[in-house]
């Protein structure tokens, strides 16, 4: 029986799966199912509550900058691992929080800190030099993960905190982040030259008489010349505006439905709802990114947002809650496009060799742009009692996006030969 062979970056793919799992959690999905029993605990406004997600977004922004050229020459295993123990330790810790400041040193700083050493650029960034031909479809399945916790973390989360409390809600995250993030770091990688492979799993040609080269479709810049065009910052603001709606979703869906006279439990499902569509479209959204102009495909995505948030305002106004779920389903399709094609459209336009530095240096404006969603959701909640005015500037924005996004200049492929074992990075741990 012939033996398959499975490239090595699939299994990769798979780590970055879980990681993307538990990094959502963390970061997006479990805030929702807190807000309210910790606010109500404490007293705390949802602005005091939001104050230190929006800390937690610029901390990220701030490690983010300076561990983009690291990955580019060590990769991320040692990251991971250091970053998942910190994960554990400040998740441990925020069972035992009495006080505000606690609430803002842990969550917002130090449980960021290790996010950001283990979860999302260190992993996609692996991802973008393990693949080049089959980069949409990897990123698309890796992305996967975030709908899982999306569909998984308020569903599982919100009743086993309702039952048990919250402070047992964050000791069962420490637990599943060490189950799985440990064995993530363990298969993390980075590049496949530095094992002797080739992106793609693509075989070396043992009959060249040109020392195994093999021509791939890519041509890579550094970040300062990334800089230096105009793509670069169209993509950065468009794609910035489009994500400005998510974090606000993820953590205001629980409250806002409720306030509109819906059930927790059936607010909850609609967290899990906006992030089922991903389940089944990101590798989707993948493999015809590899096919059909990323420009068209990103307005798509973009403008399905401030549809999504219309039908959602029908839906709350009216109690209607099948125009709701209609709402939720629309911008989970948005935000299951907008995310992989974000991370597929920057080695697109630069190549993956400095992909680390250029993705660290464009996201500390996105995440702190990202940051000030769930803040002025809040603060516009707190002065005026509801959601519908910042959800239709939201959508507006969103909208703007869509049509900024058309003028990115059309991607033009270049040949770069990719010679195996012809490195200036250092060895990986």
């Not at 979860?119 to 709908?147: D, E, M, N, P």
């Not at 189950?179 to 094992?195: G, V």
């Not at 505006?241 to 205001?252: K, N």
Request: charge should be positive; charged fraction near 15%.
């Amino acid at each position: 029986m012939k033996k398959i062979n499975i490239f090595f970056g699939w299994y990769i793919v798979l780590a970055a799966m879980a990681t993307m799992f538990i990094g959502g959690s963390v970061q997006g999905y479990a805030t929702g199912v807190f807000f309210i029993p910790m606010s109500e605990e404490f007293n705390w406004t949802r602005t005091e509550f939001i104050g230190s997600i929006t800390v937690s977004y610029i901390v990220t922004a701030i490690i983010a900058v300076f561990i983009g050229g690291y990955l580019d020459r060590h990769g991320g295993r040692k990251l991971m691992f250091i970053g998942t123990t910190i994960m554990i330790i400040c998740l441990l810790l925020l069972a035992e929080i009495e006080n505000l400041w606690q609430w803002y040193l842990i969550r917002g700083v130090f449980l960021s800190i290790g996010v950001a050493l283990a979860t999302f650029l260190v992993v996609q960034a692996a991802i973008a030099k393990w693949f080049v031909r089959y980069r949409g479809r990897a990123i698309g399945i890796s992305l996967v993960g975030l709908s899982i916790t999306g569909i998984m973390t308020p569903s599982l989360l919100t009743p086993f905190v309702d039952e048990f409390g919250w402070r047992a809600g964050w000791q069962i995250m420490a637990l599943l982040t060490a189950c799985l993030l440990y064995p993530a770091a363990l298969t993390m990688r980075r590049e496949p030259e530095d094992y002797g492979m080739l992106p793609d799993g693509i075989q070396k040609n043992t009959t060249d008489d040109k020392n195994n080269v093999q021509n791939i479709e890519e041509k890579s810049i550094t970040r300062k010349q990334a800089m230096r065009t105009s793509n670069f910052w169209i993509v950065l603001v468009a794609y910035s505006l489009a994500s400005l709606t998510f974090p606000a979703v993820g953590a205001h869906t629980i409250p806002f439905l409720t306030d509109a006279g819906f059930e927790r439990t059936r607010a909850a499902a609609m967290l899990s709802l906006f992030a089922f569509p991903g389940l089944l479209t990101r590798p989707i959204w993948g493999i015809i990114a590899e096919k059909i102009d990323i420009r068209y495909l990103s307005c798509f995505a973009f403008i399905a947002c401030p549809i999504g948030i219309g039908i959602v305002l029908i839906g709350t106004q009216s109690l209607n809650y099948n125009l709701v779920i209609i709402g939720y389903l629309t911008l989970g399709i948005s935000i299951s496009g907008v995310v992989p094609l974000q991370e597929i459209v920057w080695p697109l336009l630069f190549g993956r060799k400095h992909i680390g530095s250029i993705r660290g240096a464009v996201m500390p404006f996105m995440i702190i742009l990202s940051s000030t969603s769930p803040l002025l959701v809040s603060a516009y909640y707190d002065s005026v009692g509801n959601y519908t005015g910042i959800w239709i500037v939201f959508s507006m924005l969103s909208f703007f996006a869509s049509i900024m996004i058309v003028f990115m200049k059309k991607v033009s492929s270049n040949s770069t030969k990719i010679t195996p074992g012809n490195h200036v990075a250092n060895r990986p741990d």
